[in-house]
């Protein structure tokens, strides 16, 4: 398996297609917005607009030559972003909002729908998507929303209708999530790791 990540910065135009595969790494500076925040599965390559409205897809079957595929409106500025699958999560910058997006066909992909992590979670710093469902079976997704010192679950148990937050973990900072395990930074110095299933979390470790 070849290692392919995307990285990006809210204060530069381009956004980096790094190909670990080759010795030395292969880097290809791709032209995006005027900032960008990024997320990457598979092939494919999500740039959200910093402090913009909109989420452009990149093919990067061929690392080395990213093409882009098809754009989406979000309705509010975007903060942050998560791709899995076929799903595109994009977090609110100074707001509480998030918007699934599906991606299935590339060349026109569409808002889901909206959902509101307020009132536990005002201003959203980071968005994980996962789902732990198996290949070729409709996805449960479940989103790890983190920002002003909380964390929420989403769980879109029906995409099209949104989700309702769930506090996860007050006090807490950046978090990540695989579809199985969510890991909250806290701000008492730890990161406490959660089994997440559907819209319940069971506290596994607490790591110092």
């Known amino acids: 398996m070849v290692a392919v990540v995307a990285a990006a910065s ?5 956004f980096a297609v790094i190909n670990f595969g080759a010795t030395p790494p292969i880097v290809v500076m791709t032209p995006g917005f005027d900032g960008n925040v990024v997320d990457c599965y598979g092939t494919v390559v ?8 909109s989420v ?25 972003i998560s791709i899995y699958g076929s799903y595109v999560l994009t977090g609110e910058l100074n707001g509480s909002r998030v918007s699934l997006i599906d991606i299935s066909n590339p060349a026109s ?6 959902s509101d992590c307020a009132p536990s979670l005002n201003i959203i ?5 996962g789902s732990p469902t198996l290949t070729n079976v409709a ?10 010192n909380n964390s ?15 506090p996860l973990l007050y006090n807490a900072w950046p978090s990540d999530f695989d579809g199985w395990t ?10 406490h790791t959660y089994a997440v299933s559907g819209n319940i979390a069971t506290q596994l470790t607490v790591v110092p």
């Open 182 to 191: 969510a890991a909250v930074a806290n701000g008492d110095g730890g990161t």
């Open 139 to 148: 996805p449960k997704l479940t989103a790890v929303v983190s920002g002003d």
């Open 152 to 166: 929420v679950i989403l769980y879109f148990a029906d995409p099209p209708v949104g989700a309702v937050a769930v």
């Open 46 to 53: 999500a740039v959200g607009e910093s402090s913009g409205y």
């Open 10 to 14: 809210p204060d530069n135009s381009d």
């Open 109 to 114: 992909p569409y808002v889901l729908s909206v």
């Open 56 to 80: 452009a897809l990149f093919d990067i079957s061929w690392p080395e030559t990213p093409v882009q595929t098809g754009t989406v409106q979000t309705g509010f500025q975007i903060g942050s």
């Open 125 to 129: 710093s980071s968005v994980a998507l």
